[in-house]
């Protein structure tokens, strides 16, 4: 005869109660870190490597840091199988992107700074003399234009409380609030940078030797840090549009990042080549993993979806190259040999070309302030050198705003043909 608790256990799903599983055993988690799944809220480990300059940024916001920092999500609220993950703001809505419709001289923003220096050609500019805390609403409208146009804009010396970053960041669009990811107590969508933590507390193993690995490798080496090349969240629906980091603790030497112009990128390109890649698609994946409901033991699998490979920007209307060796993993229609061998160009063309590339070299501020560097995600690739090796502290907030759907439009022109520069092939073959 069958127990009645038999009965019961036989009426609960195989999935529900892997779900169940997971979320009441430690040590058990569906992520690639190997975490203490079991911890969340406020985290008291983080508290003694804390860099007094972040210290005094988070106790001048009001923000409490009694308890621990930073704040690791509720292992309860993590989604289990990657279907609920996918669904994660897979919703519709109408995104406005706040450049479009404003001034061509940013007049508001640029006559108000002291200084507006081009750091390169090609991608990256700063601003001196203006506090982005102060910013009206046409100087963000315009900020967000001139970050659209020179892929990344840079802010030494602020003054900025957390709140105010994602604030700025709800102005511009949709906040990013990543499910697995550590965030500043009470403020889901600020999401830290800090490897050090990283380091300590979920046993990322960050080496002199190794932290370039998946630079040449993305399948076969596992993810050490981020100086690997990369774009992110291109898994999402709508990817990260203007993203802000701000870093409040900043090495006297090292720890430089890299962004490379997807703008330019496209343009390195011979003009047959363009036209063989215009229209295509490609998967991209999550950094995290989730288990697959149908095959809940094959192991945590990512969130896939498919863009095109080469985006038109709304608001210049320049087309970009969409691709990036973290994130991309084939091109559809083509055979896996073929696509890889052109992803692993394709990459290249971002990773090689100097003149593509802007390296910013972050300054330590007085306490309590910190540097800020906003780029337009759909349009560029970025790296965060490691050289500092931990020794000197680095920690930031970053506050992510989606953008609108991928979409290419075959109208569109490349940017150095809407600006009338020189696409001379000679000496190309
Ligand atoms: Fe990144």
Do not use: C
């Amino acid at each position: 005869m069958t127990s009645t608790s038999t009965l019961k256990l036989q009426a609960v799903p195989v999935d529900k109660e892997i779900e169940n599983l997971i979320r009441s055993t430690k040590g058990l988690s569906v992520g690639y870190s190997e975490q203490d799944t079991q911890h969340f809220g406020p985290d008291p480990d983080g508290l003694p490597i804390l860099p007094e300059s972040t210290r005094k940024r988070l106790t001048d916001a009001g923000i409490d840091i009694s308890q621990g920092y930073p704040s690791r999500p509720d292992k309860s609220l993590i989604p289990v199988f990657v279907d609920e993950a996918a669904a994660i703001r897979d919703d519709d809505y109408e995104y406005v992107d706040r450049a479009k419709n404003v001034d061509p001289e940013k007049k508001a923003l640029l006559g108000a700074a002291t200084e507006v220096i081009n750091l390169t050609k090609h991608i990256g500019t700063e601003i001196v003399g203006l506090q982005l805390s102060d910013l009206t609403d046409q100087q963000r409208d315009e900020l967000a234009l001139l970050v659209a146009e020179r892929v990344v804009v840079f802010f030494r010396d602020q003054k900025l409380s957390p709140q105010k970053q994602r604030e700025i960041g709800a102005y511009w669009g949709r906040v990013e609030e990543h499910p697995q990811a550590s965030y500043v107590n009470g403020l889901p969508g600020i999401s830290v940078i800090w490897l050090d933590y990283f380091r300590k507390s979920f046993g990322l193993n960050l080496t002199f030797k190794n932290n370039n690995a998946r630079n040449w490798d993305p399948v076969k080496h596992k993810v050490q840090g981020t100086q690997v090349w990369h774009t992110d969240l291109t898994h999402e629906k709508r990817p990260a549009g203007y993203t802000h980091l701000h870093l409040d603790a900043i090495p006297e030497t090292g720890g430089d990042t890299n962004w490379a112009s997807g703008y330019a990128a496209y343009d390195k390109l011979s003009e047959e080549f363009k036209k063989f890649l215009d229209g295509k698609e490609a998967v991209y994946v999550s950094a995290h993993g989730y288990l697959d409901r149908k095959n809940p033991f094959a192991g945590p699998k990512s969130i896939e979806r498919v863009h095109p490979i080469i985006r038109t920007h709304p608001v210049t209307g320049w087309k970009s190259l969409f691709v990036n060796r973290s994130y991309t993993k084939r091109i559809l229609g083509l055979s896996s040999v073929e696509s890889d061998i052109i992803l692993k160009y394709l990459f290249e063309v971002f990773e090689k070309n100097a003149d593509i590339q802007v390296r910013f070299k972050w300054t330590p501020s007085k306490p309590g302030y910190g540097t800020s560097a906003i780029w337009d995600n759909r349009v560029s690739q970025h790296s965060a050198t490691w050289d500092h090796e931990g020794k000197d502290a680095r920690h930031g907030t970053r506050v992510t705003t989606l953008g609108d759907l991928p979409k290419f439009d075959p109208n569109s022109k490349s940017q150095r043909e809407a600006l009338g520069l020189s696409l001379d092939e000679k000496d190309f073959y």
